[in-house]
């Protein structure tokens, strides 16, 4: 398994140029076409057709001309930042569309979509404080969520895998096994639910051996119960881990998503990127 086509979100926010670094990093380590998807949002006027108000229709075609040329000027941004660093192959695509909706329909065609964290002390212009939730749940394929702070020096070399015996979990394992080919170090934690506390070789035993099939040694930590999230957080600050995979748990009713606590606190306060699977 390799990332072949990693599709990156633009914007013209204060923490994109971080996000795109990252992402023409990885593109660079895996030999993967990166894909910059600039959205260009949707004209938030309501029009009447009536031939009465004319004027109407030309403030939303000024308003939509608007929108485009602000994409445009990102997708341009992202291809001097990808010339910069020589990637090998990149491309931008200006999609007429919300964000999270073009994120998700581009995303479900590529291998691994980058997002930032939201950020409410500095929101971005027709982004949805919620896109990394929404694109997690929507698009069907793994979501590297980079933080608004924190160190980026590194990434995937001592990566922290958030286990527990669930389908969100090994999926973000399966996904995630590119890094973990390349890490230093990779530890495998998982923390007492419900004051259930199964024998390590049973919580462990099977996933350690998959792994190991895949030339990649793991270690292996069970944390007392607790708040989950918190938990990890802190275990991901203790080893200086420069990157976590976790399950994305939560489910929609519509466009409303319902968190799982340990996924609402990764996305929220986590400090290291995190890769989430759905």
């Not at 108000?53 to 939303?60: I, T, Y």
């Not at 708040?227 to 976790?246: F, W």
Request: glycine share 8%.
């Amino acid at each position: 398994m390799s990332y072949s086509t990693l599709v990156v979100h633009l914007d013209d926010g204060p923490h994109c140029a971080a996000r795109v670094g990252v992402a023409a990093d990885l593109a660079a380590r895996f030999g993967s076409r990166l894909v910059g998807i600039a959205a260009t949002g949707l004209p938030d006027v309501i029009v009447s057709m009536n031939s009465a108000v004319p004027d109407a229709v030309e403030c939303v075609a000024l308003t939509a001309d608007s929108l485009r040329e602000r994409a445009e000027g990102v997708a341009r941004a992202f291809e001097a930042r990808c010339t910069a660093a020589s990637v090998a192959a990149f491309e931008t695509r200006i999609v007429v569309d919300e964000p999270v909706d073009a994120l998700v329909r581009h995303g479900r065609c590529s291998d691994l979509v980058v997002v930032g964290q939201s950020d409410p002390e500095a929101p971005v212009q027709d982004v949805a404080l919620d896109l990394p939730q929404q694109v997690l749940l929507h698009a069907g394929t793994a979501v590297l969520v980079i933080p608004r702070a924190g160190s980026l020096a590194t990434l995937g070399q001592r990566v922290l895998v958030a286990w527990k015996d669930r389908r969100e979990a090994a999926r973000a394992l399966r996904d995630s096994l590119p890094f973990l080919r390349f890490a230093e170090r990779v530890e495998l934690c998982a923390v007492v639910e419900g004051g259930v506390d199964v024998p390590a070789g049973e919580e462990f035993g099977a996933v350690a051996l998959w792994l190991a099939s895949h030339g990649v040694r793991a270690e292996t930590r069970r944390e007392a119960e607790g708040d989950v999230g918190e938990r990890i957080l802190a275990r991901a600050a203790d080893s200086a881990s420069d990157l976590i995979v976790s399950g994305g748990y939560g489910r929609s009713r519509v466009r409303e998503w319902l968190l799982g606590g340990a996924t609402r606190t990764l996305l929220e306060r986590a400090t290291v990127p995190v890769l989430f699977s759905h």
